[in-house]
C-alpha cells in the first residue's frame, strides 16, 4: 500500500525479494508471488498502479504498509488509509506493516489489545496515540495470526522473509535468505504462532468470529460463545466453521493457545505449569499431553531447543 512519503526502497525491495521467492518457488514445481502496489486516487479509493501478474484482477491476501522517513502519519492523513485496510482485512486479507506503518494499522482499531512493534524511535509516540496497543519495540517482528508488523526501516527484510514462510514454505524462505545474505536464523525472533489459520474463506461471520478468537488467546471460550458471538445456532456454526476454515473450533482454539505457549516457551522462564494456565489450561498434564502431540516435543524439549534466552518485558 502506497501513501505520501512512504519508504519506496521498502516497495521495489519487497517486490524484488518476493521475485526471487518465486523463482525458488517454481523451480521446485510451487507458485510465484504475485505482487502488486495499491495508491489512493483523486476519487478517495484505493487502486492497484503496478502488478507482477497484470490483467489478473482480484484482492491481496496480504496487504503490507510501508513507513517513511519523515515521520508517522497524523490521524487525518490515516483515515482513508485505514479504511482501506479494515475493509481488505474484513474479506480475509492479513496485514502487515514496517517501521511507522504500524501507526496506519493502529489506526484501524484492529491492533486494540494486541502486541505489535515499531522503529525504537517511534515507540513512545505509539504508546501515546495509542495505548491500547501492547507496543514492544524490543522485537524486530510480532506475527500474531492475522497481523505482522516488523520494526525499523530494514526490517521489511525480515517480513519479507515471513511471509515467503507463510505463502511457499520454509525451504525457499532459506534458499531466498541466503540469495540476499540475510541470515533469518541470526535475525529472527521466534513465531509468536506458526499456526496460520485460513482467513480467505469469504464467509465473513466466521471471518469475525476468527478475528475475535485471536484476541482471546488464553481466555475460557466455550462453542456457545463462539456461536452466540457469530449470531449462529450453535450446529449451524459448527457446520460453517468446519468447513471455512478446515478445523473444528475447540481444534483452531487449541491451536491458537498452543502457539501463545510456545512464545512464553520461548521468551521467559516461567514454569510450565504457570504457561499451562496462562493459555488456558487449569490441568498441566493435559496440557503438555496436547503440546507434545501438536508440536512433537515435550514443554521442556521445545524450551531447550528453541529458548532465546531473553525474559518478555511483559506478558498478558
Known amino acids: 500500500?502506497?501513501?505520501?512519503?512512504?519508504q519506496m526502497a521498502m516497495v521495489h525491495g519487497m517486490v524484488d525479494l518476493f521475485e526471487?521467492?518465486?523463482?525458488?518457488?517454481?523451480?521446485?514445481?510451487?507458485?510465484?508471488?504475485?505482487?502488486?502496489?495499491?495508491?489512493?486516487?483523486a476519487d478517495g479509493d484505493f487502486a492497484r498502479v503496478f502488478?507482477?501478474?497484470?490483467?489478473?484482477?482480484?484482492?491481496?491476501?496480504?496487504?503490507?504498509?510501508?513507513?517513511?522517513?519523515?515521520?508517522?502519519?497524523d490521524a487525518e492523513e490515516a483515515a482513508p488509509c485505514a479504511r482501506w485496510l479494515l475493509n481488505r482485512h474484513a474479506q480475509g486479507a492479513t496485514v502487515a506493516s514496517t517501521c511507522g506503518g504500524a501507526?496506519?494499522?493502529?489506526?484501524?482499531?484492529?491492533?486494540?489489545g494486541r502486541p505489535a512493534t515499531t522503529h525504537w524511535s517511534f515507540g513512545e509516540e505509539l504508546r501515546a496515540r495509542f495505548p491500547d496497543v501492547r507496543v514492544d519495540t524490543d522485537k524486530i517482528v510480532i506475527e500474531d495470526g492475522d497481523i505482522i508488523t516488523a520494526g525499523g526501516l530494514m526490517a521489511w527484510t525480515d517480513l519479507g522473509l515471513r511471509i515467503v514462510d507463510r505463502l511457499l514454505g520454509p525451504s525457499v524462505m532459506i534458499e531466498t535468505s541466503k540469495f540476499l545474505l540475510i541470515d533469518p536464523s541470526g535475525r529472527e525472533q521466534r513465531h509468536y504462532s506458526?499456526?496460520?489459520?485460513?482467513?480467505?474463506?469469504?464467509?465473513?461471520t466466521i471471518?469475525?468470529?476468527?478475528?475475535?478468537?485471536?484476541?482471546?488467546?488464553?481466555?475460557?471460550?466455550?462453542?456457545?460463545?463462539?456461536?452466540?458471538?457469530?449470531?449462529?445456532?450453535?450446529?449451524?456454526f459448527l457446520r460453517r466453521f468446519k468447513a471455512s476454515t478446515g478445523h473444528r473450533p475447540v481444534e483452531y482454539v487449541q491451536h491458537l493457545r498452543i502457539g501463545k505457549a510456545r512464545e512464553l516457551l520461548e521468551f521467559t522462564k516461567r514454569p510450565v505449569?504457570?504457561?499451562?494456565w496462562a493459555v488456558g489450561y487449569e490441568d498441566a498434564g493435559a496440557f503438555r499431553k496436547l503440546f507434545q502431540r501438536i508440536m512433537g516435543l515435550t514443554p521442556g524439549e521445545y524450551r531447550q531447543r528453541f529458548s532465546s534466552g531473553a525474559e518478555l518485558a511483559a506478558v498478558a
Open 194 to 204: 506458526s499456526f496460520s489459520p485460513k482467513l480467505t474463506h469469504g464467509d465473513e
Open 207 to 236: 471471518l469475525k468470529v476468527q478475528h475475535w478468537l485471536q484476541t482471546k488467546a488464553g481466555k475460557p471460550v466455550s462453542v456457545a460463545d463462539m456461536a452466540a458471538h457469530a449470531g449462529l445456532e450453535e450446529r449451524t
Open 51 to 73: 502488478d507482477t501478474h497484470s490483467g489478473q484482477g482480484g484482492q491481496p491476501s496480504f496487504v503490507i504498509v510501508p513507513g517513511r522517513l519523515t515521520g508517522p502519519p
Open 103 to 112: 501507526f496506519l494499522l493502529a489506526a484501524t482499531g484492529l491492533l486494540s
Open 273 to 276: 505449569d504457570q504457561i499451562a
Open 1 to 6: 500500500m502506497l501513501y505520501a512519503n512512504c
Open 20 to 41: 526471487i521467492a518465486s523463482r525458488f518457488s517454481v523451480r521446485k514445481g510451487g507458485a510465484p508471488v504475485r505482487a502488486s502496489q495499491w495508491r489512493l486516487g
